[in-house]
């Protein structure tokens, strides 16, 4: 590929910052409000920071033509599955280790772009996604107990990234003509109403008001990790091939390990120092062009 330029790399280190700090949040807020509650508020934030900018910045909520059975698959895949399955997650096993389950996306990208669309891997790329996947196993490899333990935990980490995988795909081979800031906040609104359902039917109302911490997290989630991350994400999957921007995502498990450690005293080990070290070298790999390239 060609030099990553500056514009992606700003977005890439604002979208690894935003997304890794995010994770010992949810854990915050979901020891006082149920998973569906916490996301309908989130997404709530999300829809009313969304709307906002783009009032000001006068841009149009108009969807492309013939783009709306596309945009509500990747709303359900990237948006409603995504929230419900990584929330499930946190309340089995460790914030910063169910994220590193969560982005074992570009894995899954990888298998599936090979597989599915026959996408070619090269080697330097194939390198990049070895040593990634090695920085995973070695992330996972202190929580294998608590896995066999919460497998549960495992089950929901690993079904993000997959389908978390399949939406980058449904986003990337579709075209989404004049559709800025619209394509998130179009997407976040198709997956409230689901979401919302399900605070209704499974937690009722809520009947207590959350401690001022809690709603400090729900609040920010909404309005900095769903709504301007997202949109990140989805300008770096125009900006980037496919495997090359789903293997950007590594480093925020890397993040979200750290914030766990800092934020809520989860334990951090060697095995995960040295996972800080290969997912430099991949993304290195990944993002810089050979010499001569």
Do not use: C
Not at 47 to 56: H, N, W
Not at 78 to 96: E, F, K, Q, R
Not at 120 to 137: D, E, K, S, Y
């Amino acid at each position: 590929m060609n030099k990553v330029s500056p514009k992606v790399l700003a977005l890439l280190a604002t979208l690894t910052l935003v997304w890794g700090t995010n994770w010992p949040l949810f854990a915050i807020a979901l020891r006082e409000m149920p998973v569906a509650t916490f996301r309908t508020f989130v997404l709530t934030t999300a829809i009313a920071t969304l709307a906002l900018v783009m009032r000001l910045r006068g841009e149009s909520f108009a969807v492309a033509p013939g783009r709306w059975p596309r945009l509500v698959a990747a709303s359900m895949l990237n948006i409603t599955i995504w929230n419900v399955t990584t929330s499930l997650a946190v309340l089995h096993i460790p914030a910063g280790h169910a994220s590193v389950l969560a982005y074992s996306m570009p894995l899954w990208v990888a298998l599936i772009g090979f597989v599915v669309f026959r996408q070619p891997l090269t080697g330097r790329l194939l390198l990049a996604l070895l040593i990634g996947a090695a920085a995973i196993v070695a992330l996972m490899a202190p929580n294998f107990v608590a896995y066999a333990s919460a497998p549960a935990g495992l089950f929901w980490g690993l079904s993000a990234g997959f389908f978390w995988a399949i939406g980058t795909f449904v986003m990337k081979r579709t075209s989404w003509p004049g559709m800025g800031l619209s394509l998130t906040f179009w997407q976040i609104a198709a997956a409230w109403p689901p979401l919302a359902l399900g605070m209704v039917v499974l937690d009722g109302w809520p009947t207590a008001m959350p401690s001022t911490a809690a709603i400090l997290a729900t609040v920010y989630t909404g309005a900095i990790p769903m709504a301007l991350g997202t949109a990140t994400w989805f300008t770096l999957v125009k900006l980037l091939p496919t495997q090359v921007a789903a293997l950007s995502s590594i480093a925020i498990p890397i993040v979200a390990v750290v914030s766990g450690m800092i934020v809520l005293h989860e334990p951090l080990s060697a095995l995960q120092a040295i996972a800080i070290g290969s997912t430099v070298v991949s993304l290195w790999l990944a993002l810089v062009p050979r010499r001569g390239a």
